[in-house]
């Protein structure tokens, strides 16, 4: 478990102050104790060579970060995607039970299934925000599998109707499959070293170039180290698909219990 995800915990905004405050107190200290203890009279003869040297190392950290923020942005959309695809299949699923022929057996299935959508939203998300594995879910999973196989169709409509609905099961057990494999999705921790490494290698290229005004020098180099932080707090906070402000959510889920308290109230209007 990396250690993006435990600075996930921390609130967005204080975690983007934090960041963002290192980079640049980092920054600006280097360059103030460079100023002072260094004889900056030696860099201004290769001024021009130095602040080459910086143009190339800083627009190829630019590339590198461009390209992990891209990366960590796919992998959350893509997740955000198979969710969503998934919770079709499980609102599909969810209708087409509803609107089975009620017998004992359909009943019966309900149960199980509103129970497997229970346990989906009170332990398997829950879970996963944590990076931690589900128990009662995929019991409760296999059950609507069981007792979907127990439906006995008695003609040629509720037949159609069943596939329809092993269809739904499938597709939802295809995309649960791809949810519950994205949940340790996070960059590879040797992928930080070169990223935190380049940041301090742009920094000390800044406080290698020659700028007569020692106050200029040091707030231009604190804003370089505000700017690299920033940019790290976006790749931190899109690390993990289902941890933190941006984490995915199980919003079909609630919306089947949503529907099924609705249906539970207009009946029971009904009724009186």
């Known amino acids: 478990?990396?250690?993006?995800?435990?600075?996930?915990?921390?609130?967005?905004?204080?975690?983007?102050?934090?960041?963002?405050?290192?980079?640049?107190?980092?920054?600006?200290?280097?360059?103030?104790?460079?100023?002072?203890?260094?004889?900056?009279?030696?860099?201004?003869?290769?001024?021009?060579?130095?602040?080459?040297?910086?143009?190339?190392?800083?627009?190829?950290?630019?590339?590198?970060?461009?390209?992990?923020?891209?990366m960590v942005w796919t992998q959350l959309n893509e997740s955000k995607d198979n969710v969503s695809k998934e919770g079709s299949s499980a609102m599909g699923l969810y209708r087409d039970i509803k609107f089975y022929p009620d017998t004992l057996e359909s009943k019966q299935l309900m149960t199980v299934y509103l129970d497997f959508v229970y346990n989906v939203v009170d332990e398997e998300f829950p879970n996963m925000e944590s990076m931690k594995p589900a128990f009662k879910t995929p019991e409760s999973f296999n059950k609507v599998f069981y007792k979907m196989e127990r439906l006995n169709p008695k003609n040629q409509f509720q037949i159609q109707l069943v596939a329809e609905m092993f269809g739904h099961l499938n597709q939802l057990a295809a995309f649960r499959g791809l949810r519950t494999a994205s949940m340790e999705a996070e960059i590879p921790p040797p992928l930080w070293l070169p990223i935190m490494l380049g940041a301090i290698i742009t920094i000390i290229c800044a406080v290698l170039l020659d700028i007569e005004h020692t106050r200029m020098h040091i707030t231009l180099n604190a804003l370089l180290g505000t700017f690299i932080g920033m940019l790290l707090f976006i790749i931190i906070m899109l690390d993990h698909p289902y941890t933190g402000?941006?984490?995915?959510?199980?919003?079909?889920?609630?919306?089947?219990?949503?529907?099924?308290?609705?249906?539970n109230d207009l009946r029971s209007k009904k009724a009186i």
């Not at 478990?1 to 600075?7: E, G, K, Q, S």
């Not at 967005?12 to 920054?27: E, K, M, Q």
């Not at 941006?246 to 308290?261: D, W």
């Open 1 to 70: 478990m990396a250690i993006t995800f435990y600075m996930l915990q921390i609130p967005p905004l204080l975690l983007f102050i934090l960041i963002c405050c290192f980079g640049a107190i980092f920054a600006g200290l280097t360059t103030f104790l460079f100023r002072k203890y260094i004889n900056i009279k030696i860099l201004r003869a290769h001024n021009e060579v130095t602040g080459f040297l910086f143009l190339a190392i800083a627009s190829f950290y630019a590339l590198l970060l461009s390209f992990v923020v891209f």
């Open 245 to 263: 402000t941006l984490g995915i959510k199980p919003k079909s889920y609630k919306q089947i219990f949503t529907l099924e308290q609705q249906v």
